[in-house]
């Protein structure tokens, strides 16, 4: 599932296709590393999360203000997730 940096168009919040459903479900198989998901409602816009990426794999979208995420520079260490005042990152399993 490829991540939008912020001046795509079509940028928005990385959004996890296990969201609602949970592990072990019918047709849930649980892959890979856990891959970061921003919720729009929580975030305040501070951008901690953006200074603290050491892979430079998030940047603010342009007109909202709301961080985005580039899973192809995300490197799962979960400093994102960690430091997040507003606890809006989650780390969600990755699912084929």
Do not use: N, W
Not at 13 to 38: K, Q, W
Not at 66 to 82: G, N, Q, R, S
């Amino acid at each position: 599932m490829p991540g939008t940096r912020a001046g795509d168009s079509s940028a928005h919040h990385v959004r996890s296709p296990l969201r609602g459903r949970s592990p072990g479900s019918a047709g849930v198989v649980v892959t890979g590393p856990t891959i970061p998901y921003i919720d729009p409602e929580k975030c305040s816009s501070c951008q901690m999360c953006v200074l603290l990426c050491p892979d430079q794999a998030i940047s603010p979208d342009e007109e909202s203000g709301i961080p985005v995420i580039d899973l192809a520079y995300c490197k799962h260490c979960e400093l994102c997730e960690h430091f997040c005042p507003k606890d809006a990152i989650t780390m969600e399993a990755e699912v084929i």
